[in-house]
């Protein structure tokens, strides 16, 4: 019942807090991710958002590591999760996540999640996770802005298999 009302609660203030005005970046300076994984390390899980040869690493808690991984599998949990539970929602009132936008200021990722519904256009300030997760259930594109996307980015290279 705590979860519930907690799930309530976040998906409440997701939509009913005013929106943050139009996002300060143009389309042209961001760049969109192409593919989506979580990976865990001895620190916890990690999201990577990858474009190409390169990625950025964002840290996220476990419950939303399990809700991306839902997602990206199509899989379902036994009980809806709070992403869940948001699409949900958002879908019953006809909304939908149109785009995530994720930026690094000050050492921590934050995100702007679009949200359409009917002719109006909503940009909410999201925590970057939950703006990821959201965009994955609604397979709406993930953007990283491109200073973020150049001071956070690292090459991608696929661990190497042992052979025997």
């Known amino acids: 019942m705590k979860r519930w009302h907690l799930a ?4 409440a203030c997701l939509i ?8 300060a970046w ?11 994984q979580i990976r865990m390390l ?7 958002l990858i474009v190409g040869d390169r990625f950025v690493p964002i840290h996220v808690d476990p419950t939303v590591a399990v809700s991306i991984v839902h997602a990206l599998s199509g899989g379902a949990s036994p009980r809806p999760l709070s992403h ?29 999640l679009t949200i359409s519904l009917g002719n109006r256009t909503l940009v909410f300030d999201s925590r970057s996770s939950d703006a990821i997760a959201l965009a ?3 397979k709406a594109p993930i953007v990283v802005v491109k200073p973020t996307w150049e ?3 690292q090459p991608w290279t696929e661990p190497k298999r042992e052979t025997s």
Request: hydrophobic share 45%; aromatic share 4%.
């Open 84 to 112: 869940d539970l948001m699409r949900l929602m958002l879908l019953e009132m006809g909304a939908k996540v149109t785009r995530a936008v994720i930026e690094l200021k000050d050492k921590t990722y934050y995100a702007d």
């Open 136 to 138: 994955v259930l609604f």
């Open 16 to 23: 009913l807090s005013p929106p943050s005005g139009p996002a």
């Open 8 to 11: 309530l609660t976040a998906t």
């Open 26 to 36: 143009a389309a042209d300076d961001g760049v969109e991710i192409q593919d989506v």
């Open 151 to 153: 001071s956070a980015g």
């Open 42 to 48: 001895e620190q916890g899980p990690v999201v990577l």
